[in-house]
């Protein structure tokens, strides 16, 4: 499942996943995702169609029932309408028999990406950036439903599919909200990355090279958390002898991945888990951390204990 938005990224991305349709290697479905967050968004979905009858290829438009801000309340309009696009795009995979979506995310928005996480104080998960490859909860969904979302431009610059869609001679739809500064991330792609390549040329290459790298790291901390955590697990305690000398870094990676998988607590927040640690470390026996939703946590002669919610300590 290809998503098409009908600018010049998903043009590109569609172009290239075209060549490989013709080729044989790959099946495709085409899906344009109407966020009706505009009156006349309707106007881009059909001439989304109409781009795809010129390449041969038939167009899904999906448009929420009811408005993003209603699906996903309590987010941003940022956030609630790629929640309901990527939960549209994996209902038509789940319809369609595909096994992935794919996204047209490139180097300049991985960029984007990593600074923003940067700018919100995010740990290394955040500059991490977004991953080629990856395995994601579908918005809205049951609980451990999951999508496969490729990036096969991760590492292109924009530059390289504004090229490929000139040379193409098929049309762009433009929408009109990119160029707006009132959203962090059009900022940060109009002001600040362009200030920065200013100032060091190749800046943005290098932030996309960090992210790599910093996903790596996480990826060798997460394993060593995971060994630990299997260690200090006993029954449903958390053991904190084995943990108490543990670097910080593996610490609060055990405790949330810990909390994580006993818990059912919508947002863990850092401040919740280092409360956790807190506690722990000084060895007070009998303090309880409130957690969230109901649940909380109490620390018992070295071990951390899950009260779930109406559950007294």
């Not at 290809?2 to 172009?15: E, H, I, T």
């Not at 900022?187 to 910093?214: F, K, N």
Request: aromatic share 4%; charged share 25%.
């Amino acid at each position: 499942v290809v998503g098409y938005s009908g600018g010049k990224d998903s043009l590109a991305l569609l172009l290239v996943l075209d060549d490989l349709r013709r080729l044989g290697r790959c099946r495709l479905t085409v899906v344009h995702v109407d966020h009706a967050l505009r009156d006349d968004s309707g106007n881009d979905a059909a001439r989304a169609v109409e781009v795809g009858d010129r390449l041969g290829l038939s167009v899904t438009v999906r448009r929420p029932e009811r408005p993003v801000m209603e699906l996903f309340p309590g987010r941003g309009v940022e956030d609630a309408a790629r929640s309901y696009r990527y939960r549209a795009l994996a209902w038509v995979a789940e319809e369609s028999g595909a096994d992935a979506i794919a996204v047209a995310h490139h180097a300049g928005d991985q960029a984007e990406t990593v600074l923003l996480h940067l700018l919100r104080g995010s740990g290394l998960g955040g500059l991490a950036g977004m991953a080629s490859d990856t395995m994601l909860p579908v918005p809205g969904g049951v609980p451990g439903d999951e999508v496969r979302v490729v990036r096969p431009f991760l590492h292109e610059s924009p530059e390289a599919l504004v090229k490929l869609v000139a040379e193409s001679g098929v049309p762009v739809i433009e929408d009109p909200t990119n160029a707006g500064r009132e959203f962090r991330r059009n900022r940060i792609r109009h002001d600040l990355l362009p200030l920065m390549e200013q100032i060091a040329p190749g800046a943005t290459g290098r932030v996309v090279s960090l992210a790599d790298l910093v996903r790596e790291d996480a990826t060798a901390i997460e394993m060593v958390a995971s060994s630990a955590l299997r260690e200090a697990t006993i029954g449903d305690s958390l053991v904190w002898t084995s943990l108490r000398r543990a670097p910080a870094g593996v610490q609060r990676r055990v405790v949330r991945l810990w909390l994580q998988g006993n818990t059912e607590v919508e947002h863990l927040t850092r401040d919740r888990v280092d409360a956790v640690i807190a506690v722990a470390n000084r060895g007070v026996s009998g303090r309880v951390v409130d957690l969230g939703d109901g649940w909380r946590v109490r620390y018992v002669r070295e071990q951390i204990n899950i009260l779930p919610p109406g559950r007294d300590g």
